[in-house]
């Protein structure tokens, strides 16, 4: 989200011999401390909770919400042990987990080549980053061509100052048309308020994210077009040193799917259009 999300180093190497099955199938106290997790009985989740439907604080009650929060108690229930959340900037996220402050991140984080240098990714959910603007500039953008040579924001922690100038030069810059303007922002907080403010044209954000956003904010943003790309997924991260954590995690989300808690609760949060065909490792190229 080997186990899930959690890098911890295996000190004995005859563990990498036993398999997933048996480990979970070992005495509690065995196969709890085969994934070496930061404190004994639970597991440490990280994350950054400023990505509804993800990942957010309910502002009625101050807890923890969100799809990643509901799967990392489903996976701590499942492998019983008690669940336990790290809050920390998104750009802190993985250094947090190379430090041992959390077991995983399980943060609406995109799985991609670069940061795999660090973690491995167990892929549970797909998604893709979209276009959108306000609506009463709707007349002036019908499709994502239309922002070619205009100015475009989004969260510079994430893979969209790749993703929009990629498409940007695919599908603007290629055809003859200037391309797209591209300014990081602190998060997607910033670059919608920013776009209110009459500083962007439109914002990208991952359709996940943005559909919900509309029911909070009805009758305020319009989509433009489809998804630029709709390949990208999210991962959650495990140390390369944790082998033991990251398989056990697989098994465990495997299981989910086969019980149709992963398929509820996909649906509990309007996500049925982001499930995954497989939970699979490290997918992306």
Known sequence: MGPPKGYRGMKHSIWLLVPVLGLLGAGPASAEASLNLVSPGQIRFLTNPIYPPMEFVDPKTGALSGFDIDLGKAIAAKMG????????????????????????????????????????????????PILFTLNSKAKAFKTPADFCGKKIAGSRSTSFSVDVPKWSTDNCVAKGRPAITYEGTEDSNAARLGMKQGRYDGV???????????????????????????????????????????????????????????????????????AIPAITVNSVK
Do not use: C, H
Request: glycine share 8%; proline share 3%.
């Open 204 to 274: 990208v954000q991952g359709i996940e994210t943005i559909a919900y956003q509309m029911r909070i904010e009805p009758n305020t943003y319009i989509m433009v077009g489809d998804p630029l790309f709709k390949n990208d997924v999210f991962g959650i991260g495990v140390s390369k040193s944790n082998p033991q954590l990251r398989d056990a995690l697989v098994k465990v989300l495997n299981d989910l799917v086969k019980s149709g808690d992963y398929g509820k609760l996909l649906a509990k949060w309007g996500l049925t259009k982001n």
């Open 81 to 128: 042990l008690k669940d336990s959340w790290s809050q920390a900037a998104f750009a802190q996220l993985q250094s947090s987990l190379q430090t041992r402050r959390g077991d995983v991140i399980l943060s609406g984080m995109s799985d991609n080549v670069k940061r795999r240098a660090s973690m491995d990714f167990i892929d549970y959910i797909t998604t893709g």
